[in-house]
Nanobody, 119 residues
């Protein structure tokens, strides 16, 4: 199984920055599509950003231009650089892996890291 550990969350002021990291175990990290999701209290989990195996990023409209997803395949790690943070970015952020297991697409999740944007 794939195991994911997120880190880097915390309390920041509006306009501040954080960098989240997700370290993955597994023997085929370079074949994984990696994503960041977030979930605020009382809200459904939403997709924030995705990065392809080749490093091509995709972002939700709410974070486009402010967040940057990247990956370091040599370190089995995906990052989310979060700039110009807003109170509405407050949520638990989760790392996600999509991979094929047999003929089924399977999702793996980390435990989450809390991001709070407040004055």
């Amino acid at each position: 199984q794939v195991q994911l550990v997120e880190s880097g969350g915390g309390l920041v002021q509006p306009g501040g920055s954080l960098r989240l990291s997700c370290a993955a175990t597994g023997s085929a990290f370079n074949t994984y599509v990696m994503s960041w999701y977030r979930q605020a209290p009382g809200k459904q989990r939403e997709l924030v950003a995705t990065i392809s195996t080749g490093g091509t990023p995709t972002y939700s409209d709410s974070v486009k231009g402010r967040f940057t997803i990247s990956r370091d395949n040599a370190k089995n790690t995906v990052y989310l650089q979060m700039n110009s943070l807003k109170p509405e970015d407050t949520a638990a952020y989760y790392c996600n892996v999509r991979k094929l297991v047999a003929f089924t697409l399977v999702n793996y999740w980390g435990q989450g890291t809390q991001v709070t944007v407040s004055s």
